[in-house]
């Protein structure tokens, strides 16, 4: 009994010493200052207190004498012996404290007395008024290192207590970690004992109650806000261990869960990978079913962290239903962080050819539109973006017309982002599609492109698609005169000319001569086309690019320049030509520039189009009897008797007709000739007609009928399908059998 | 096939056939023909060049077939707000 009273005393003397160590109030350790509840249902310290001091053994600090410190304070004046004796068990620091933060001192600890005379502060005491936030900031920090203290002496324990077999046992020391985990003091300890952050993982993985689980979950979700956590976390295996806990039944666990990977994807270096490979992109598509939009807007942030730059991932999200889950989202949610997370995936999944369609299967077109007009700048950017990308797998979708008029009217925007998507999505959109063609036409869609096009200067992002969109608009649909004209009324013929001049950006060219050919369609359009000054122009550039191919003619390889071909634009400016040759004046402009050994030499060119577009100009220069003397005077007899036996009609047609048109004069002979080669060729693939040409002059009503109404293969860019019957090699052989056809020898003789 | 004359059939006449046959597709392509053409048409195609007019426009006068521009060939990254 003697033994004990002492070691009472002494163990009272012994945390004296420690607080003088520690500046630390008291933690309660003997007195029980700190205790507020019982340990059955509390949840505080003093339930640790209990189990602490039944667990632990005194703390044997080494005694050592107390030391008073500065012996008198300069405050002066007589002290009584009680003063004294207070003195002498109070250090240094415990008097400075006294006298700063009073409320913090414990039994044995008075205040020191003070100088009734105001003018006669004590040194202390003036050290006593230090600002309010000062005070606040250190009684925090002896707080802290209390929390501290606290915590490294229970983890080892709670760490054993985490794998203990009863799951009671495992479930109190996880609401304790987690009441631990309240405090940054404590919580920094945790995060520096791996052993502790993988029982917790461990006991998270293995629980076999909720309640636990929850927990566990929590205390990782804490953990994960600091750097030292989370490295923690993924050193313990915590990632595979959460991407477990997202098939949960319960919300709380799966917030906690995702939240916490979010911090990993976020902040810690390989926890992408690791997410991966713990299959967790597979859990967390079938996510984007829950209702909630906060946590939603954290799945999709983590579908984006991981899918960035990532293809497999981007194919994982596609298997698992990922598109229609995100459309559905967009459709239907409202909250913007939301949206705005959610159309970042879209973008990302966007660039994937295999996502793409899916994407637009699913309507996605359509839901992205949907928030084009809100107040949400970023969300609109990235929708556009997202639109961009999809737009040229999405040529044939229906339900598109609110979505082309609000781009129709985003045309006006002076944002050079939102420029360059909505003509780049016009332009796909209006893509061999008629409807979609007269939608923007009747939106205004012509006079808002031109001024673009006009607002665009050098940005090719914004002119290329813009006047792509422009010569889709004029042809191929019921309104294309429409917007033929429409193009002259609001003034575009010059801006579209102007675009032909230097500095040349080729893809630009290249839409900009497609255009002037379809609006020379238009009657109206000729003479403004002329005064504009389109003509020198597109010859310039013919000679430019054909000057060009010849010098490559040589090498196998095919010239490019800013990826466009130079044989594209020797056709592209050939076939403006032939269409402008339509009106007599610029027919004859064209022809006085030169133009007809050029056009001849073309036809020799191996491309196909080529031929057609230089024997159709030919053709329509050929209406004037002086052109049709110079162009058989260069020898395009030879060339254009081979041309008559060309698989596609279009070519053999304009052919032919310049052989008639140059052999008005000729002798009979000549005319027999062409007659022969032209029996050969023109009903070759049409024995019927043959047939009907020899029984009937004139033409019947029927035999025509049916001759037009046949299969004209359609005019492109590609070889052309023909609806033909094989060639009878015994019918064809060549009219002059010496007769070869390579461009670069010399003309034949002329007939 | 005599390749050289149709049985029953002028040279003369067979180039007035073909240059009918000709002629018609010309027009139905858009191109024009010629004052001397149009007459040579309705001397020779007599009803059914009066048809012509009614006939679509071929659909090798409406110019090359329209091509999507690929946009999404590369991702770039937006900043996170």
Known sequence: ?751 | MNREEAPGKSPEDMYVQQKVRVLLMLKKMGSNLTPSEEAFLRNYAGVVHSQMSQLPQHNIDQGAEDVVMAFSRSEAEDRRQ
């Open chain 1, 1 to 751: 009994m003697m033994s004990m009273q002492m070691s009472e005393a002494d163990s009272v003397v012994k945390v004296a010493e420690w607080q003088q160590t520690y500046y630390a109030s008291d933690s309660g350790i003997q007195s029980g200052a700190t205790t507020v509840l019982d340990d059955e249902s509390s949840t505080e310290y003093s339930g640790c207190k209990k189990y602490i001091s039944t667990k632990t053994s005194t703390t044997t600090v080494p005694a050592t004498a107390t030391t008073v410190g500065g012996g008198n304070t300069a405050a002066g004046g007589l002290e009584s012996p009680t003063d004294l004796d207070n003195q002498f068990s109070l250090t240094r620091a415990q008097r400075v404290r006294a006298a700063m933060f009073p409320e913090t001192l414990v039994e044995g600890e008075e205040a020191m007395p003070v100088q009734s005379d105001p003018s006669q502060q004590s040194n202390v005491q003036l050290l006593a008024e230090p600002s309010q936030l000062l005070k606040t900031a250190i009684v925090h920090l002896i707080n802290y290192q209390d929390d501290a203290e606290l915590a490294t002496r229970a983890v080892p324990e709670l760490t054993k207590l985490l794998a203990d077999e009863d799951p009671i046992v495992v479930n109190k020391a996880a609401m304790i970690v987690n009441q631990l985990t309240r405090k940054e003091a404590s919580r920094r300890v945790l995060v520096q004992s791996p052993t502790m952050v993988g029982a917790v993982v461990r006991a998270m993985t293995t629980a076999v109650d909720m309640e636990t689980a929850r927990c566990a979950a929590s205390v990782l979700h804490s953990l994960s806000h600091q750097k030292e956590g989370l490295l923690a976390i993924f050193k313990s295996g915590g990632i595979p261990a959460l991407v477990r806990m997202l098939s949960s039944p319960v919300e709380s666990v799966l917030f906690y869960a995702i939240t916490t990977l979010h911090n990993l994807l976020l902040h810690q270096e390989g926890a992408k990978m690791a997410v991966r490979l713990a299959d967790g992109l597979q859990r967390m598509v079938p996510l984007l079913k829950k209702s909630n939009p906060k946590f939603l807007a954290i799945t999709t942030d983590c579908l984006q962290l991981l899918s960035y730059g990532n293809q497999e991932s981007k194919l994982i999200i596609l298997a698992n239903g990922g598109p229609e889950g995100l459309v559905f989202i967009t459709r239907n949610y409202n909250y913007e962080k939301l949206l705005w997370t959610t159309s970042r995936v879209l973008k990302v999944l966007s660039v994937c050819p295999s996502n793409k369609p899916a994407i637009v299967e699913a309507g996605g077109m359509q839901a992205l539109g949907q928030h084009l007009t809100g107040s949400s700048q970023r969300l609109i950017q990235n929708c556009l973006w997202t639109l961009r990308n999809l737009s040229d797998a999405a040529t044939k979708q229906d339900g598109l017309d609110g979505l082309l008029q609000i781009l129709v009217t985003q045309l006006g925007s002076d944002d050079v982002n939102m420029l360059t998507c909505a003509t780049g999505i016009l332009s796909n959109l209006t893509c061999n599609n008629s409807r979609n063609k007269t939608l923007v036409t009747q939106y205004g869609g012509v006079e808002a492109l031109i001024h673009a096009v006009l607002r665009a200067g050098e940005k090719e992002d914004v002119a290329e698609p813009a006047v792509c969109a422009l010569r889709h608009l004029t042809s191929r649909h019921q309104d294309a005169e429409l917007a033929q004209n429409a193009v002259r009324l609001h003034y575009g013929i010059p801006a579209v000319a102007k675009l032909l001049g230097q500095p040349h950006y080729w893809p630009v060219v290249k839409a900009t001569v497609g255009l002037i050919r379809n609006l020379a369609l238009c009657p109206a359009n000729q003479a403004p086309m002329r005064e504009a000054g389109a003509i020198p122009r597109l010859v310039n550039l013919l000679l430019k690019a054909h000057q060009d191919t010849q010098r490559h003619a040589s090498s196998a390889q095919q010239t490019y320049q800013d990826g466009v071909r130079m044989e594209e634009i020797v056709e592209g400016c050939t076939g403006a030509l032939h269409i402008l040759a339509r009106d007599p004046m610029n027919r004859g402009e064209i022809a006085s520039m030169q133009t007809i050994p050029l056009f001849v030499q073309l036809l020799y060119s191996y491309v196909e189009n080529v031929k057609r577009v230089s024997a159709g100009v030919l053709c329509e220069l050929a209406l004037d009897k002086q052109s049709a003397e110079l162009i058989d005077a260069e020898g395009a007899s030879a060339p254009l008797m081979e041309l008559l036996h060309s698989n596609n009609e279009g070519i053999a047609t304009y052919a032919a007709a310049v052989l008639f048109r140059i052999s008005e004069d000729k002798s009979s002979d000549y005319r027999k000739r062409v007659s022969v080669e032209l029996t050969h060729s023109l009903f070759k693939h049409d024995p019927a007609a043959w047939e009907m040409a020899h029984t009937a002059v004139p033409l019947e009503h029927t035999y025509l009928a049916d001759e037009l109404d046949g299969c004209y293969p359609p005019y492109g860019y590609t070889d052309l399908p023909l609806d033909s019957l094989p060639l009878d090699p015994d019918l064809h052989e060549p009219y002059i059998p010496d007769m070869t056809y390579d461009p670069r020898q010399a003309y034949p003789e002329p007939l």
